[in-house]
Nanobody, 123 residues
Framework: QVQLVESGGRLVQAGDSLRLSCEGS????????MAWFRQSPGRGREFVAA????????DYLNSVKGRFTISRDNAENTLYLQMNSLKNEDTAIYYC????????????????WGQGTQVTVSS
């Protein structure tokens, strides 16, 4: 399994930008599909964005399309989530995850999870 540690979450104003990072150790990202999920009270764990094992963007949650960008740097073993034009409804704990599947966005397919980083968007 890959050990994952997220960072970058903080309190921001609506309309601001923020970049989350997820650093991996133990095994390289290279052969893993990677994704960001988020969880907020009353909404459960929600898929946000995913890359397939080759690093190609697989899918985004509809509500973040055009605002969020997922990317990875295999040399640094780091996954990123660039979030622009943040909205109140983006407030959540954001988790990165790694899967041994080639491409997936289903939570049960991911066997490595970080501890999460809190993003709070205020009006």
């Amino acid at each position: 399994q890959v050990q994952l540690v997220e960072s970058g979450g903080r309190l921001v104003q609506a309309g601001d930008s923020l970049r989350l990072s997820c650093e991996g150790s133990g095994r390289t990202f290279g052969n893993h599909a990677m994704a960001w999920f988020r969880q907020s009270p009353g909404r459960g764990r929600e898929f946000v964005a995913a890359l397939d094992w080759a690093g190609n963007t697989f899918d985004y949650l509809n509500s973040v399309k055009g605002r969020f960008t997922i990317s990875r740097d295999n040399a640094e073993n780091t996954l990123y989530l660039q979030m622009n034009s943040l909205k109140n409804e983006d407030t959540a704990i954001y988790y990165c995850a790694a899967s041994e599947y080639v491409r997936t966005c289903v939570p049960r397919d991911f066997n490595s999870w970080g501890q999460g980083t809190q993003v709070t968007v205020s009006s």
